[in-house]
């Protein structure tokens, strides 16, 4: 019985848990969900975490093409311009090892990749998605804009 309450106990912390990154603005984040065109020769993407409880303890690191974007926690988004025309790697912390998606971008256009949470064996994993643009603007409407550049890893 012990073991039953205690597995539930760090359930609900895992589940219930609130962590912060550093913000943006509100006018960099109402800029940010305007969704202008990128500058020339570029692409945005923009990654994003939707706002739920389940893993809202945890942060998870992001990085395009190994550069640090940034670290998430729930109910944020980033936007990163990239150059356009070429494939770039999307990278999350996840509990072993960074889990990966490759995107070919177009100039001109913005791109969206959502973050998931997923249960791991020690500590929650990590996962990416790209999702149809209108979609991705749905979601990002809903968010605050997070600082780059800084990453826990």
Do not use: W
């Not at 359930?11 to 020339?40: D, I």
């Not at 729930?74 to 494939?87: I, T």
């Not at 998605?129 to 550049?149: H, I, R, S, W």
Request: glycine letters at 10%; hydrophobic letters at 35%; a negative charge.
């Amino acid at each position: 019985m012990k073991k039953v309450l205690l597995a539930t106990v760090i359930t609900a912390a895992f589940l219930s848990g609130c962590s912060s990154v550093p913000m943006e603005s509100s006018a960099h984040t109402k800029s940010a969900q305007s969704f202008n065109a990128p500058s020339s020769d570029n692409s945005g993407i923009y990654v994003y975490r939707k706002d739920t409880i389940v893993g809202s303890a945890l942060k998870k690191d992001v990085l395009i093409d190994g550069e640090c974007v940034g670290e998430t926690a729930k109910g944020v988004f980033f936007y990163h311009e990239v150059p356009a025309d070429k494939d770039h790697i999307i990278s999350t912390e996840s509990e072993f090892s960074n889990n990966d998606l490759t995107i070919h971008t177009e100039s001109g256009e913005l791109y969206f990749i959502e973050q998931y949470l997923k249960m791991g064996l020690f500590v929650g994993g990590a996962g990416l998605k790209q999702v149809d643009k209108k979609v991705g603007e749905k979601e990002v409407l809903k968010l605050n804009l997070a600082k780059e550049g800084k990453c826990g890893a």
